[in-house]
């Protein structure tokens, strides 16, 4: 012990250990940037056709194959929708992840809490509402008059159902001063404008 004290007061030793440590954070600080770099280069080059399947890979109504997986919003505290376009209860929700289409609670398309600029009350039904077929040209007309910003946001987006998922959540577009909700009550929007400024 009294060795290793009497090492570490050795100005070499110090000066070993600072230069140790100085080249440990200059290489992982480099590796970071060049993973930022990496990454920013993948968004820009990508190919700008790259066209979102708008043809889910399943037949309606095959939920009760227990083989055939969905994937959900999986985030609601009651209300979960599937990649159908099914809302339902979590409580009816199958193990594969769809909603079971028998249960009592399970609607498909469900846009009760929508408005008629595209915004919702509640999450799951923009979701679900903005899954409708007939949304498909409002979408397309969305990804093509995005914003640079906003295109390299949503070329992680695979399919109709993640394009939805992602355009329901709330943004910026949602809010007013950055700390207020532009509509408290229809929040979540997959529609081409924000929600209107209600006064205040």
């Known amino acids: 012990m009294m060795v290793l004290r009497r090492l570490l007061r050795k100005r070499w030793v110090l000066g070993v250990v600072f230069g140790l440590s100085l080249i440990y954070f200059l290489t992982s600080t480099l590796k ?6 990496r990454d920013r280069t993948l968004l820009e080059v990508r190919d700008p056709d790259h066209r979102i399947p708008w043809k889910v890979r399943f037949n309606l109504g095959n939920s009760s194959r227990p083989m055939t997986q969905c ?10 929708t599937d990649e159908l376009g099914y809302v339902c209860e979590r409580k009816d929700l199958l193990v594969n992840g769809c909603c079971n289409v028998n249960a009592p609670s399970s609607r498909q398309y469900i846009c009760k809490s929508c408005l008629a600029n595209g915004c919702c009350s509640i999450y799951e039904c923009c979701v679900s509402c903005c899954l409708q077929p007939d949304k498909q040209p409002l979408l397309e007309r969305f990804l093509n008059r995005a914003a640079e910003g906003f295109q390299n946001l949503f070329t992680a987006v695979e399919d109709h159902f993640e394009l939805c998922l992602a355009k329901c959540r ?7 001063h950055e700390n207020t909700y532009r509509n408290p009550q229809a929040k979540y929007c997959y529609g081409e404008s924000p929600p209107e400024l209600l006064p205040v």
Do not use: D, P, Y
């Open 32 to 37: 970071q940037e060049e993973r930022t770099i």
């Open 170 to 176: 709330t943004s910026s577009q949602s809010v007013q």
């Open 71 to 80: 994937r959900n919003s999986i985030q609601g505290k009651t209300l979960l």
